[in-house]
């Protein structure tokens, strides 16, 4: 926007440059451009050069421009063309010679140039304006002055200008016809002397030689007639004959002069006339009257007039001098004034310039404060909305913790909810052990009483009720001992080929009677032309068909419907069969079908069975490799759905034993025991106890220490020292219990490997031995350990010196808690440098409010979990708190004894924003940094 702007301003500011410059330059522009082309280049002509110029200056706008062609007309001609081509508005041309520049003056006439011809004429009358002497007319007055000078009587040679120009043939004409009128006064020879002096010393030595009687010398003009008189003089008969030129030019070796010098008799003045030629020049361009022919007079000189001619010579020509110099100065003058003004308009040029910016600066300003007051106020609802977030952060990072409480309890809840069925499955099938001698005992001899033909009625029936309720109970005592046996791993599967649909068709019958009675539609549906075979173990498979239907029949209410589909179908590329038991009446909230397959739940009071049943059902159909599923509604019912996998029956029946079972349980997750274990505790990490690792060889050793510590502690097992020191290494637990003998890593080696290692040092570590001996002793204290317990040992004894060690490494977190400085006897040296490092740190990096547990860890060489543990087991606080106190801390000193203010200190000491730094600060010492610097005074 302010770049647009800017550039706006630049513009104008350069268009006003330009008109201004051009303003500038306005006079530089000719008004009128006029061309003069000479024949010649001799004094005759400079004067009338000087003449012309002289007068240009009189009229503004004009410029002149001068070529002189040195009496040749193909470069008079050239002088004609360029001065076409350079556009002149006007040429004045003297031609050479008349015949051969008559095309080129006209061609320029008619080209629409105005031509003024001077003193030499063309042979045409295509011209504007001519001005000049009357040469006819001067002629003929030397021809009179000589032939009276002569008396009327005498011979006379004529040497004259280049024969092709006017004036020559013109004062040739003029001077015949003048002595015409006087019989004796001969032209005895006459020779081209082309103007030039040199020429007319040649041709008059001739004319010398040719005539011995010379009266007089009619020169054309005043270089001639010298050259006549220098070769009369060499044969010294310049005193015989009269000299007489033309021109009366005055100044050094001119004609005057030579009058004076009595070489000439007689000069006719020929008058140059610049200033007029020039006049009537501009007169033709300003449009102004003028007339076609301007004819100039002339006169003699000879020693009568002279003198006096050149005393008035002398006077103009200083009368000249002095307007050369008055012009001079006044050009100065003009260039003076040209440049005062160009000085003057480049003055205004930069005045505007330095205005035009002076306002974008202004301007810029402006925009530049609004734009400045935008950003402070944008700066301060960022840094509102950024104590918000910190806040917010600093919440939600609490609320995670909490969570993280909060499920570590959950986990805890789930765990000993979980404790608390399995001590519920061991009590039941305890009982059940119990139970089932009792019942047998009960129900064979009702068999025995049953097979008695003497009974009566009523006994016989009696009789059947108590051997029915006996099967019942055994039932439900063999479904509690079977899950148990499944949850211990030791429940049997022994597939056969079967043939599931003639199975099924079998067991349907023992339903049909239910069905009856209670007016229930059962029917049994199959996919048609398919094979059912598969392997299964067979007895299973009934218990999973009659435990459904049992279901079934029991849910549905008089009048509703059982239906039994089987059907065959393809998932993943393999074979399945599923078969679903639909009934009508029950409906399942989908609440309780989230639970239904676990073991001891009821869906309410009204469902009668031990809730073992179905979770029962879903072991064995996970036993064959397959799945179930209940889906219940209002409008189809309640739908159970089994799927198993197809097995081709590749095994003879007499093989089948144990082997085959193999197959499926391998792909059982019930074998995957290690992982889940290590899932297990991964999810019961109760993170809210204290910790312990327990590594011991002995299942049953880790079993009695496992039960006698985990109300007061999360228990870690680890079966060997190798497992041992990656559980420490992963878990960092509060305390370790390990068997000094195992096979690998042994307990002395695992307590020295895990007291060299950062993550692990600081964990006490108790030796547990079934030997005594002091030797055995000292190498457990030199691995490190910090507590030793001779096996037997007393749960109370082990219980104390857990508690113990636990206590004491608490309190050492506490004092260093506090601030303070380690107990030296009582942390390893490890931890010391550990602990002293990790101080540096946060002194060092405090500053950097971006600064995370992350950034932390990874210069500590731990992830940002070991980090927390360890930090949080040697002090009591995690590394956030401990950088905040830290951080709080230093702004306290610096307040007390720095003149900073509240808000530097903020920044300083890593707070990116003051409202948050006094907002911390007030939590952690009660009250403001402010008021902290006003009792400061
Ligand atoms: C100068 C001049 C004069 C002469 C005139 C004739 O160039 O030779 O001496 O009078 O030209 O055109």
């Known amino acids: 926007m302010k770049t647009i702007k800017a550039m706006k301003y630049t513009k104008w500011i350069v268009i006003l440059f330009c008109l201004l410059g051009m303003a500038a330059c306005r006079q530089d522009a000719p008004r009128f451009r006029i061309g003069v082309a000479q024949c010649s280049d001799d004094s005759w002509r400079h004067k009338m050069n000087d003449e012309i110029l002289r007068e240009a200056m009189f009229y503004d706008g004009v410029s002149v421009e001068i070529r002189s062609a040195g009496d040749d007309n193909r470069r008079q001609a050239e002088d004609v063309h360029y001065f076409i081509d350079k556009g002149v508005d006007l040429l004045i041309i003297s031609a050479n010679e008349a015949a051969p520049m008559t095309p080129i003056v006209e061609e320029a006439y008619q080209k629409g140039i105005p031509v003024v011809l001077v003193d030499r004429k063309i042979l045409s009358d295509k011209y504007t304006a001519y001005i000049g002497a009357d040469n006819y007319e001067i002629g003929r ?7 009276s000078s002569l008396k009327g009587k005498g011979n006379v040679v004529e040497l004259t200008g280049l024969g092709g120009s006017t004036p020559a043939m013109e004062r040739h004409q003029g001077f015949m016809a003048a002595i015409s009128n006087f019989p004796d006064v001969k032209l005895i020879d006459k020779a081209d002397a082309a103007w030039e002096r040199g ?11 040719r005539n011995p009687k ?31 030129g033309i021109d009366a030019l005055p100044g050094k070796g001119n004609g005057l002069e030579l009058v004076l010098d009595s070489v000439l008799d007689a000069t006719f003045i020929y008058p140059t006339n610049g200033d007029k030629v020039l ?3 501009m007169n033709i361009l300003e449009k102004k009257t003028y007339p076609r022919e301007t ?28 307007i050369e110099t008055l012009n001079g100065r006044i050009g100065g003058y003009l260039s003076r004034v040209a440049t005062q003004q160009v000085v003057m308009y480049g003055g205004l040029v930069i005045l505007l310039l330095v205005a035009g910016l002076l306002l974008v600066v202004y301007k810029s300003l402006r925009s530049k404060n609004r734009l400045n007051k935008e950003l402070s106020e944008q700066k301060r609802q960022l840094e509102e909305q950024r104590d918000i977030l910190e806040e917010q952060r600093d919440k939600l990072e609490e609320q995670r913790d909490k969570l993280e409480e909060q499920r570590d309890q959950l986990i805890q809840l789930s765990h000993q909810l979980e404790e608390a069925t399995h001590a519920k499955l061991v009590f039941f099938t305890n009982i059940s052990h119990d139970f089932r001698t009792p019942l047998t005992l009960v129900a064979d001899p009702v068999e025995h009483l049953l097979a008695d033909n003497t009974l009566s009625g009523d006994q016989h029936r009696m009789l059947m009720l108590i051997q029915r309720n006996v099967n019942i109970l055994l039932r439900l005592v063999n479904q509690i001992l079977d899950f148990r046996k499944y949850e211990n791993g030791k429940m049997e599967y022994t597939p ?44 299973k498979l009934e218990r999973i068909y009659f435990n459904l239907l049992s279901n079934a029949f029991k849910f549905t209410p008089e009048n509703g419907k059982v239906t039994v589909r089987l059907a065959s179908l393809m998932k993943e590329g393999s074979q399945w069969i599923r078969f679903t038991v639909t009934n009508t009446g029950s409906m399942i909230s989908a609440e309780h079908i989230r639970s239904i397959f676990e073991r001891f739940y009821k869906i309410d009071m009204h469902h009668a069975g031990s809730g073992i049943g179905l979770a029962l059902v879903k072991a064995f159909v996970e036993l064959h490799g397959g799945t179930i599923s209940v889906e219940s509604d209002e409008k189809q019912g309640t739908v159970f759905t089994v799927d198993l996998p197809v097995q081709a029956c590749i095994y003879e029946t007499s093989s089948l034993e144990g082997s085959p079972a193999s197959s499926v349980s391998e792909a059982s997750p019930l074998n995957d025991a290690l992982p889940i274990e290590e899932e297990e505790l991964e999810k019961n990490y109760d993170s809210s106890k204290p910790s312990v690792l327990i590594i011991d060889d002995n299942a049953d050793i880790r079993s009695y220490v496992h039960g006698l510590l985990h109300t007061d502690y999360t ?28 096979p690998g890593i042994d307990g002395i080696e695992c307590c020295r490997r895990l007291k060299s290692e950062l993550q692990t040092c600081h964990i006490p570590v108790i030796l547990l031995t079934a030997c005594s001996l002091d030797e055995q002793r000292i190498q457990g204290y030199d691995g490190g350990a910090d507590s030793y317990i001779s096996k037997p040992f007393s749960s109370q004894l082990l219980l104390a010196r857990v508690r113990n060690l636990i206590d004491s490494h608490r309190r050492l977190k506490q004092f260093f808690g506090d601030g303070q400085t380690l107990a030296k006897e009582d942390v390893c040296d490890m931890d010391k440098d550990f602990v002293e490092k990790f101080k540096t740190l946060i002194d060092a990096k405090m500053g950097d409010s971006g ?19 360890k930090i949080k087991s040697l002090t009591n606080y995690s590394p956030n708190e401990l950088l905040r106190i830290a951080r709080l801390k230093k702004a306290a000193s610096l307040l007390a004894s720095s003149d900073m203010t509240v808000a530097e200190i903020g920044y300083e000491v890593g707070f990116s924003s003051p409202s948050y730094f006094t907002k911390c600060y007030k939590e952690q010492f009660g009250e403001s940094p402010t008021d902290l610097l006003k009792r400061k005074g």
Not at 141 to 147: F, L, P, R, S, T
Not at 199 to 209: F, G, I, K, T, Y
Not at 717 to 724: L, R, Y
């Open 141 to 147: 007055a030397v021809g009179n002055y000589i032939a």
């Open 199 to 209: 020429p007319a010393e040649v041709a008059m030595d001739s004319m010398l030689r």
């Open 214 to 244: 010379i009266d007089a010398v009619y020169a054309h003009n005043d270089r001639i007639a010298p050259g006549a008189y220098q070769a009369a003089k060499k044969v010294g008969r310049e005193k015989e004959m009269m000299f007489v």
């Open 279 to 281: 006049q009537l020049a």
């Open 295 to 322: 004819v100039m007079n002339t006169a003699v000189v000879d020693r009568t007039n002279a003198h006096v001619m050149q005393l008035q010579t002398t006077h103009i020509s200083e009368l000249d001098q002095k």
């Open 496 to 539: 056969v080929p079967v043939d599931i649909l003639s199975s099924f068709e079998g067991w349907n019958e023992s339903f049909l009677a239910a069905a009856r009675k209670k007016h229930i539609h059962f029917s049994f549906d199959n996919m048609p032309d398919t094979d059912f075979h598969t392997l299964a173990d067979i007895e």
């Open 715 to 742: 228990v870690i097992e680890a079966a060997d020292g190798s497992e041992g020191i990656r559980k420490a290494m992963k878990y960092v637990p509060d305390l370790i219990i390990s068997d000094v003998m195992m």
């Open 851 to 869: 600064l995370n547990v992350e950034d932390l860890g990874k210069d500590m060489g731990l992830s940002r979990v070991q980090l927390y543990r």
